[in-house]
Structure formats: C-alpha cells, structure tokens
C-alpha cells in the first residue's frame, strides 16, 4: 500500500512513537516503553543540529520540539483509532480529532518562532543514541 522508508530521522522517530503509542494503548497495564524517552531524545538531538542558537534574552519555550512530536504521535493514534472504532460522526471521535489539530497548529507555530529566532527551546535530555532499526 504505502512505503514505510522514512529517510528523514525526525519523521522515521515521530513514525516510530506512533508506534509505541498504539502499542501502549493496546496494552494497557504494559511498563512504558524505553524507546519513547529513546525517540523523543533523538529528535531532541537533530532539532538541535538544525537549530540556530538564540540568545538567552529569548523567551523560552515549555517543552522541547520531542516531547511536543511526542504528544502529537499519543493524540494521532488515539485518533485513528476512535475514526476506525467509533466512525467519523462520533462526537468523540471529532473531539480527539479537533485535539490533533489543536496539537499540529501549536508544532506549527513552535517551529516558525524557532525558525525566526522568537522562541529558543529548554535544554534536552540526551539519552542513548537509538539504533538504526528504530529509525
């Protein structure tokens, strides 16, 4: 159907944490998953690559652009899942998509102000370098 080659690291990681989140959901009860925190660093540590460095004056933004990723993959598959279970006229199935949307406007928005330099992120957890398999 659709080709799963991702060759840019930061999407192959936000591919992957939908992954871990619908296993979660799946399994309830299950211990967290350590490739979250693994893929959340990663994406953490290319941000970092391809970000100019702000000065310090610039206000900070809450939570890094992984942990953000990683809140968009939790509400993307919760809403795939509630469109395959629910249907699309379930008011519930709207509200977690109108969540996703709300989630996508707000990466949106993080990723211009970094790009113009009126955000800077906090400092990141650099965890373990995830193996290629996980990308």
Same mark, same amino acid.
């Given at each position: 159907?659709?080709?799963? /080659?991702?060759?840019?690291?930061?999407?192959? @990681?936000?591919?992957?944490?939908? =992954?871990?989140?619908? +296993? @979660?959901?799946?399994? %309830? &009860?299950?211990?967290?998953?350590? $490739? !979250?925190?693994?893929? +959340?660093?990663?994406?953490?540590?290319?941000?970092? !690559?391809?970000?100019?460095?702000?000065?310090?004056?610039? %206000?900070?933004? %809450?939570?890094?652009? &992984? $942990?953000? +990723? =990683?809140?968009?993959?939790?509400?993307? =598959?919760?809403?795939?899942?509630?469109?395959?279970?629910? #249907? &699309? #006229?379930?008011?519930?199935?709207?509200? /977690?998509?109108?969540?996703? $949307? =709300?989630?996508?406007? $707000?990466?949106?928005?993080?990723?211009?102000?970094?790009?113009? #330099?009126?955000?800077?992120?906090?400092?990141?957890? /650099? &965890?373990?370098?995830?193996?290629?398999?996980?990308?």
């Amino acid at each position: 159907m659709f080709s799963t /080659t991702i060759t840019d690291p930061i999407c192959a @990681a936000a591919h992957a944490l939908t =992954d871990v989140h619908r +296993i @979660a959901r799946c399994h %309830p &009860g299950f211990p967290e998953n350590p $490739a !979250r925190s693994v893929l +959340i660093a990663a994406i953490d540590r290319q941000v970092a !690559r391809r970000t100019p460095v702000v000065d310090e004056s610039i %206000p900070k933004h %809450p939570e890094t652009v &992984g $942990a953000l +990723i =990683d809140r968009l993959a939790a509400a993307a =598959d919760l809403a795939m899942h509630h469109l395959e279970t629910l #249907g &699309g #006229g379930s008011e519930i199935t709207h509200r /977690t998509w109108s969540d996703f $949307a =709300d989630l996508s406007l $707000a990466y949106r928005d993080l990723v211009a102000d970094l790009a113009r #330099g009126r955000k800077r992120l906090p400092p990141t957890a /650099t &965890g373990p370098i995830p193996p290629k398999d996980l990308l």
